[in-house]
């Protein structure tokens, strides 16, 4: 009988970890028929109306895998590399490797298993807040009126968010498990369409704010996983930097200064202790030696800590100083045709510094319809097609032409796309289907087929001036600057956010050699005082050694 208790015991407990390990799967099986149908939405699968929960259960059931837990799967070549590269993977090891072996590389890197994506989405205010600016929480508690306790730091706020998160969801009538455009309604357009660009992530072209959100939505997931990934690395690397700093500085200590300095701090030295005994005695007690320390690297501590500061707060600054420049050299017709594909009303004086004002008013708004120079960047192959299945005579004529040239076909095709727009009907919308078909084949690769002429005509049309004795790559990079610009308002999909928090680290461990320089400067000179620069270590080390933790934090 013991026998048999032991085992239901066994079996039940076995049971209990199964039902642990498992109780996370499908989570979407406990979601609104609202939240499956946005999820499918968000992620382009198609599904016919009317369909019951239960096919949109499945439908979602049967993409699940390959949208959240293996996304990779349906990444490109580049964005593989890029993966791999930002992992710390060797170009070389990239370059020779087939698609399906790069896909193999990146599942074997991935940020997390498919259970643990799955029990992410069993809970997304978890997580889903981590990626929104300070700004951004304190205008999501505000508008759902939630007391948030003074001061509102960001982990408060963060806190108070995901305790009321039903509560706010449920008031709203709204669904939670995937959030709908609710929880970005404090959002302006611009705020969206910032998220994207920082996370180099194209903004849907064309767009609406209902796309904007959606982008947002379905890339808040991976968004979240890289910062961590990011600050982890981060904290790494910082974490080595302290190490190695309190190593440089007592290299440039004196024997008489890392006297002084145990004197100081109640830290017995025996007699006759040679440097190397010294130094270990120091390294023993390295928290105490490193605040003590920060007055001889006072100065560097504050110099790299401003520059840094500069760094990594300027990195947006400076991506905006690239577009106004880039802005500055259009032609009044880029930047009408940049506001009007924006639906932004163009000054009515129409004078260059007006429009290259708004330009750059409105360099965070996503383009919300079709234009004129949405053909910039088609082949000729593509402005062929276009005009050929246009219904306009003198179009079809334009494609059929032998020797016709791209520009030709630009301007017939920006012609009838105009007679077009002006018309209406079913006409218009003739075309505008057809361009939501054909508008994605712009890619980076686009400019690869065109000659160096038509290389030229494009850029000369943004009024940019080619530098003399450009190669052919070169002028290829200088022409998907232009179109970047001019399409995202960035130069996507190098996100400015992730440069900035890659490069953090490796910022920090590049002042040690400023840190081990300013070191021994300061060393020499207080070395010729050592109690008056022991004495002002002691008031200055907390306060040094507190920012640049505050400093290596922010990474």
């Avoid at 407990?13 to 390990?21: E, L, P, T």
């Avoid at 890289?226 to 700093?245: G, V």
Wanted: net charge neutral.
């Amino acid at each position: 009988m013991r026998f048999f208790s032991q085992l239901l015991m066994l079996g039940l407990a076995v049971d209990a970890s199964v039902a642990s390990m498992f109780s996370t799967k499908g989570v979407y099986n406990k979601w609104h028929e609202t939240e499956l149908e946005r999820w499918l939405s968000d992620h382009s699968v198609p599904y016919p109306t009317p369909y019951d929960r239960a096919q949109l259960q499945t439908l979602v059931k049967n993409n699940w895998q390959q949208k959240i837990a293996t996304p990779y799967n349906d990444w490109d070549t580049n964005q593989l590399g890029n993966y791999l590269a930002e992992k710390g993977v060797e170009s070389k090891d990239i370059a020779a490797v087939s698609k399906d072996g790069l896909v193999s590389q990146v599942k074997n890197l991935w940020y997390e298993t498919e259970d643990k994506a799955d029990g992410a989405w069993s809970s997304v205010k978890d997580w889903i807040f981590d990626s929104w600016t300070d700004s951004q929480l304190k205008s999501f508690a505000d508008k759902h009126a939630i007391p948030v306790p003074q001061p509102r730091k960001r982990d408060t706020l963060i806190s108070t968010i995901r305790s009321n998160y039903e509560n706010i969801a449920q008031k709203a009538g709204e669904t939670v498990s995937y959030p709908g455009d609710w929880l970005y309604g404090s959002w302006s357009e611009s705020e969206l369409k910032a998220w994207l660009d920082e996370r180099g992530i194209p903004a849907p072209q064309p767009s609406s704010r209902d796309k904007l959100i959606a982008s947002v939505r379905r890339n808040a997931r991976i968004a979240s996983l890289k910062a961590a990934d990011l600050q982890a690395s981060a904290s790494k690397s910082a974490n080595n930097a302290a190490q190695t700093l309190t190593d440089k500085l007592l290299d440039s200590w004196s024997d008489s200064q890392i006297k002084q300095w145990a004197d100081e701090n109640g830290i017995k030295v025996p007699q006759g202790s040679k440097r190397n005994e010294l130094i270990a005695i120091a390294r023993k007690h390295r928290s105490s030696f490193t605040a003590s320390a920060a007055s001889a690297f006072g100065a560097a501590t504050s110099s790299a800590g401003n520059a840094y500061s500069s760094a990594t707060d300027d990195a947006a600054l400076k991506a905006e100083d690239a577009f106004d420049s880039a802005a500055a050299t259009w032609s009044e017709s880029r930047l009408k045709a940049y506001l009007d594909s924006r639906g932004v009303p163009v000054p009515q004086s129409g004078k260059k510094d007006e429009l290259l004002a708004a330009v750059r008013l409105n360099r965070h708004k996503a383009a919300t319809g079709w234009s004129s120079w949405t053909f910039d960047t088609w082949t000729i192959d593509n402005l062929k097609k276009y005009l050929a299945q246009s219904g306009n005579k003198a179009a079809e004529k334009a494609a059929a032409q032998k020797d016709v040239t791209r520009d030709q076909l630009l301007e017939a095709a920006q012609s009838e796309y105009e007679t077009a727009s002006k018309a209406g009907g079913t006409a218009y919308s003739s075309v505008a289907s057809y361009l939501a078909t054909q508008t994605d084949s712009a890619k980076d690769s686009i400019f690869d087929t065109w000659s160096e002429s038509e290389l030229k005509n494009y850029l000369d049309s943004y009024g940019f001036n080619v530098p003399q004795g450009s190669t052919q790559n070169q002028l290829i990079a200088y022409a998907r600057n232009q179109r970047n610009w001019f399409q995202y308002g960035t130069t996507t999909p190098q996100g400015t956010l992730w440069a900035k928090l890659s490069n953090g680290a490796s910022w920090a461990m590049a002042q040690l050699g400023l840190g081990a320089a300013e070191g021994k400067k300061q060393a020499q000179i207080a070395g010729d005082s050592a109690k008056e620069g022991v004495a002002y270590a002691k008031n200055r080390a907390g306060e040094n050694v507190q920012q640049a933790g505050d400093r290596i934090k922010e990474l």
